[in-house]
């Protein structure tokens, strides 16, 4: 099952847009979809001038009924597939995402023109970290919950914010609902962002690494030992949890800005 990748179109006159590039890819994490990333990809488009495409990673949202690879790369592939590039992109990865994007520089460096992680990791973290040691029994109670527990259970989880928390579960739970990511896959996405390598060789693009203080899913020192392999400094955000673009948007936009402007 396929759709239309979601995209956003600025005010801003196309020839000038693709003077530019070809915009923004927005890359989700672990059972996540493109819903997930709220009404942030329409605010980036607007922030920017910049077209906004959110692709689905297979086995999740509108692609839910397709076996999750187990490996990013062929996760990546896939993603590759579904984009249908015209021109270089800034791809935005969160979490699992995050992963997906850096390999796409790494191993295409021709078609990422920047490269943004948010609360990311690999192998150069120990797995204690890459997964904090007290959220891993919620996310295996998740597998066996109903769907509305569940994601007031991921919430709780990956979000600092309260004030929307009534409307926002209400959405999340209808896109569980309508599009739910099997067991099957959502373990095989666990294995896939557990066994990430990242290549001994840095991106040809300066990446831009984020990460949150409060993250209750990940350990920020990931972020911070990854930029480190890279040769530059992760940015942290005070309070924020897992959930970045949710909790803290007018903060990652303003950075996403200075990382253009740089």
Same mark, same amino acid.
């Given at each position: 099952?396929?759709?239309?990748? /979601? +995209?956003?179109?600025?005010?801003?006159?196309?020839?000038?847009?693709?003077?530019? $590039?070809?915009?923004?890819? %927005?890359?989700?994490?672990?059972?996540?979809?493109?819903?997930?990333?709220?009404?942030?990809?329409?605010?980036?488009?607007?922030?920017?001038? +910049?077209?906004?495409?959110?692709?689905?990673?297979?086995?999740? !949202? #509108?692609?839910?009924?397709?076996?999750?690879?187990? #490996?990013?790369?062929?996760?990546? *592939?896939?993603?590759?597939?579904?984009? !249908?590039?015209?021109?270089?992109?800034?791809?935005?990865?969160?979490?699992? !995402? !995050?992963?997906?994007?850096? *390999?796409?520089? %790494?191993?295409?460096?021709?078609?990422?023109?920047?490269?943004?992680?948010?609360?990311?990791?690999? #192998?150069?973290?120990?797995?204690?970290?890459?997964?904090?040691?007290? @959220?891993?029994? $919620?996310?295996?109670?998740?597998?066996?919950?109903?769907?509305?527990?569940? *994601?007031?259970?991921?919430?709780?989880? #990956?979000?600092?914010?309260?004030?929307? +928390?009534?409307?926002?579960?209400? +959405?999340?739970? /209808?896109?569980?609902?309508?599009?739910?990511?099997? $067991?099957?896959?959502?373990?095989?996405?666990?294995?896939? @962002?557990?066994?990430?390598?990242?290549?001994?060789?840095?991106?040809?693009?300066?990446?831009?690494?984020?990460?949150?203080?409060?993250?209750?899913?990940?350990?920020?020192?990931?972020? $911070?030992?990854?930029?480190?392999?890279?040769?530059?400094?992760?940015?942290?955000?005070?309070?924020?949890?897992?959930?970045?673009?949710?909790?803290?948007?007018?903060?990652?936009?303003?950075?996403?800005?200075?990382? %253009?402007? /740089?």
């Amino acid at each position: 099952m396929t759709r239309t990748p /979601r +995209q956003m179109n600025s005010s801003r006159p196309a020839a000038m847009q693709d003077k530019q $590039h070809a915009g923004w890819v %927005l890359l989700r994490g672990l059972a996540r979809e493109c819903r997930h990333w709220g009404n942030f990809p329409e605010r980036l488009a607007a922030h920017l001038g +910049q077209p906004v495409r959110c692709l689905e990673l297979p086995g999740n !949202g #509108t692609g839910y009924q397709q076996k999750t690879p187990v #490996t990013i790369t062929a996760m990546l *592939e896939q993603i590759r597939q579904q984009a !249908g590039l015209q021109a270089p992109v800034n791809v935005l990865g969160l979490s699992m !995402g !995050g992963m997906i994007a850096a *390999e796409w520089a %790494l191993r295409y460096p021709q078609e990422v023109r920047g490269l943004v992680l948010v609360n990311s990791s690999s #192998t150069l973290s120990p797995p204690w970290q890459r997964m904090r040691m007290t @959220a891993l029994p $919620h996310l295996l109670l998740a597998l066996i919950l109903p769907r509305a527990q569940r *994601e007031s259970l991921v919430y709780r989880l #990956t979000c600092t914010r309260r004030d929307d +928390q009534r409307i926002t579960l209400r +959405q999340w739970i /209808r896109y569980a609902n309508q599009y739910p990511t099997s $067991h099957v896959n959502f373990l095989r996405q666990l294995i896939a @962002a557990a066994r990430y390598r990242v290549a001994g060789a840095s991106p040809v693009v300066t990446p831009l690494v984020l990460c949150s203080r409060g993250d209750r899913l990940v350990n920020p020192a990931c972020s $911070h030992i990854l930029a480190q392999h890279w040769g530059i400094q992760a940015d942290e955000h005070p309070w924020a949890g897992h959930d970045l673009p949710h909790d803290a948007p007018d903060w990652l936009l303003h950075k996403l800005a200075g990382y %253009l402007g /740089r």
